[in-house]
C-alpha cells in the first residue's frame, strides 16, 4: 500500500481531499492547527504517478489562487497500511446498515442493524459502490422474503454474510479463495458475536463439496468480477434454491447486460438492477413452479 500526505490551508481542506479521492482508496484529513493547517492523507493499492498527484493539486491550488502544497508520497508497511485503512473509515450508514471499524467508540444509530468490520487487508468495507449496491439488495429482500440458508460466495472480509445472517435467522456460509481473507472474515465472524451461524471457509466457486453439500441455498450473494461470474453462472444458478434470490455484483455498467444475459439464459428472472456511480448489482430470482415474481425497489446509501 501507498500513502500520499499533504499539508494545506485547513480552510482549503475539503478541495484538496476531493482532488486526491481520484486516486486513493480511502482518504481522510485532520482538523486545523494551531498555525491552521491541516493534514491530508490519501491511500491506495498502487503507487500513484507523482505527476498526476502534483497536476491534480496544482489545479485547485490555481483555482483558489493559492501556493501549491507539495505532497510525499510513500510505501506503508503492511501494520501501518492497516493502521492507516481502519482510521480513515469513519462510521457508515448504508441503508439500514451502520458500519463501522473496531477502532469506533461512539453510539451506532438508532435502529440501525451495525456490523463491525475491519479491512485486514480483504476486500469489502462498504466504502465501494458494488458492495453498497449488495447491501441495499438484501435489505429490500429483507422486507419481502424469509431466507434460511445464504451463500457469500467470493466474501472478502465477510461484511455480506454477516449482513445476511443480521437480516435474516438464516445459516451462512462465506467462501473465498484468498487465506488472509478467510482469515479477516472469521475475524469479523467473532467480533460481530455471529459464530453460531455464519461458517466462513476456503473454496473457490460452486463446484466445491462444501458449497454442493450445503446447496440449495434460498440466498446467494457474490460480489467478485464479471468474468468469473459468467464462468461459475451454471453452477451458481443450480445451487439456488427454487423462489431463491441472487445478488449479483463487482462489475461496471458496460458489463451488466453480458452477466444478466447470461443468467436469463439459464432460466433466472431479473428482479432488479441497482446502479452506484458506474457500478451496478444485479437481482434475479428461481421462480416457484407456477410463482409470480416479487417486487423488489431498492433505496439509495446514504453515508
Given at each position: 500500500?501507498?500513502?500520499?500526505a499533504?499539508?494545506?490551508?485547513g480552510?482549503?481542506r ?5 482532488a486526491?479521492?481520484?486516486f486513493a ?8 492547527d494551531s ?10 493499492a ?12 496544482a ?8 501556493a ?10 503492511e501494520q ?5 485503512w481502519n482510521?480513515a ?6 441503508g ?7 477502532e469506533?467508540r461512539?453510539?451506532?444509530a438508532?435502529?440501525c442493524?451495525?456490523?463491525?468490520i ?11 459502490e458494488s ?13 419481502s ?5 445464504a ?6 472480509g465477510?461484511i ?17 479463495n484468498?487465506?488472509e ?6 475475524a ?11 461458517q ?5 466457486g460452486?463446484?466445491r ?10 440466498l446467494?450473494?457474490?460480489?467478485i468480477l ?6 461459475m453462472a451454471?453452477?451458481l444458478s ?11 455484483a463487482?462489475?461496471?455498467d458496460k ?9 436469463r439464459n439459464?432460466?433466472?428472472?431479473l428482479?432488479?438492477r441497482?446502479g ?5 448489482t444485479?437481482?434475479?430470482e428461481?421462480?416457484k413452479?407456477?410463482?409470480r415474481p416479487?417486487r423488489l ?6 453515508a
Amino acid at each position: 500500500m501507498w500513502r500520499i500526505a499533504v499539508t494545506v490551508p485547513g480552510m482549503f481542506r475539503e478541495p484538496f481531499t476531493a482532488a486526491l479521492e481520484s486516486f486513493a482508496d480511502a482518504v481522510s484529513f485532520s482538523e486545523p492547527d494551531s498555525q491552521g493547517h491541516s493534514l491530508i492523507e490519501a491511500t491506495m493499492a498502487a503507487k500513484p504517478d507523482p505527476a498526476l498527484v502534483g497536476a491534480a493539486l496544482a489545479l485547485v491550488a490555481a483555482s483558489l489562487k493559492i501556493a501549491e502544497p507539495v505532497a510525499a508520497i510513500e510505501r506503508l508497511s503492511e501494520q501501518e497500511w492497516v493502521a492507516a485503512w481502519n482510521m480513515a473509515l469513519a462510521p457508515l450508514r448504508i441503508g439500514r446498515f451502520f458500519i463501522h471499524n473496531s477502532e469506533f467508540r461512539g453510539r451506532p444509530a438508532a435502529g440501525c442493524l451495525v456490523l463491525s468490520i475491519d479491512s485486514g487487508g480483504a476486500f469489502g468495507t462498504g466504502r465501494h459502490e458494488s458492495t453498497q449496491g449488495c447491501l441495499l439488495a438484501l435489505a429490500a429482500l429483507a422486507k419481502s422474503r424469509r431466507m434460511k440458508s445464504a451463500l457469500d460466495l467470493g466474501c472478502g472480509g465477510g461484511i455480506l454474510a454477516l449482513a445476511a445472517a443480521r437480516l435474516w435467522p438464516a445459516r451462512v456460509l462465506a467462501c473465498d479463495n484468498d487465506p488472509e481473507s478467510v482469515a479477516v472474515a472469521r475475524a469479523a465472524v467473532r467480533r460481530n458475536g455471529m459464530r453460531a451461524r455464519v461458517q466462513v471457509v476456503p473454496a473457490e466457486g460452486p463446484s466445491r463439496r462444501i458449497v454442493m453439500r450445503r446447496a440449495p441455498f434460498d440466498l446467494i450473494a457474490a460480489n467478485i468480477l464479471a468474468p468469473p461470474l459468467m464462468a461459475m453462472a451454471r453452477g451458481l444458478s443450480r445451487s439456488l434454491a427454487p423462489g431463491g434470490a441472487i445478488v449479483l455484483a463487482g462489475f461496471l455498467d458496460k458489463e451488466s447486460m453480458a452477466v444478466e444475459r447470461r443468467y436469463r439464459n439459464l432460466g433466472l428472472r431479473l428482479v432488479a438492477r441497482i446502479g452506484i456511480g458506474p457500478w451496478r448489482t444485479l437481482v434475479l430470482e428461481r421462480r416457484k413452479p407456477r410463482g409470480r415474481p416479487s417486487r423488489l425497489v431498492p433505496g439509495q446509501p446514504r453515508a
